[in-house]
């Protein structure tokens, strides 16, 4: 009887040791998925949104300053919209308006976006790392969002608003320091 207990200690002893280093690697992708929010990058971003289809240059290069420079549709295309801080700077065909962040509906594709991007993450996020991805699930502004992450590069993509229809498929994503540094050499 004591023979037979022996792998079954032993597995039990594995099991929670492995318990362990799976709950380490959940809190180092948790790190990754902040450290990763908090650094300037850009990528281009195909917009499925209530319905409606856009296209943009998305750029966010400091703690709150996201930048996207539309595309498509065709109405769009040369709108740039510019958000730092609590200020909102929109061009179009040389006309700037500059804006408050309040004077945007919190449901719009804007707000959303530059919420996720760049908003408050301590404690509000859920990682789940699966095979080839890490999905960051979090709540703003009343709404869930979801954002996926390559496994391996930790580069975005593809963002996820459900309550709104929101789809963010990402493309071309690109740190901006590592394009910095590449191209001082």
Wanted: proline share 2%.
């Amino acid at each position: 009887m004591k023979f037979r207990m022996i792998p079954l200690l032993l597995a039990v002893a594995m099991a929670l040791g492995g318990c362990g280093k799976v709950k380490e690697q959940m809190t180092g992708y948790d790190s990754l998925v902040k450290e990763s929010l908090g650094r300037a990058y850009s990528f281009t971003a195909e917009f499925a949104y209530d319905g409606g289809t856009a296209a943009a240059q998305v750029t966010k290069t400091g703690e709150a300053d996201v930048r996207l420079d539309f595309t498509a549709p065709e109405t769009l295309d040369g709108l740039s919209v510019s958000a730092g801080g609590e200020e909102i700077l929109v061009e179009y065909r040389g006309m700037e308006v500059d804006l408050s962040a309040y004077d945007l509906p919190t449901q719009s594709i804007l707000t959303l976006l530059r919420e996720v991007l760049t908003g408050e993450k301590e404690g509000k996020l859920t990682t789940e790392v699966g095979e080839d991805t890490v999905t960051a699930s979090g709540t703003i502004i009343l709404t869930t969002y979801q954002i996926v992450f390559d496994k391996e590069t930790m580069e975005i993509r593809k963002i996820l608003i459900p309550s709104v229809d929101g789809e963010v498929a990402v493309t071309d994503f690109t740190y901006l320091e590592e394009e910095e540094e590449s191209a001082s050499y």
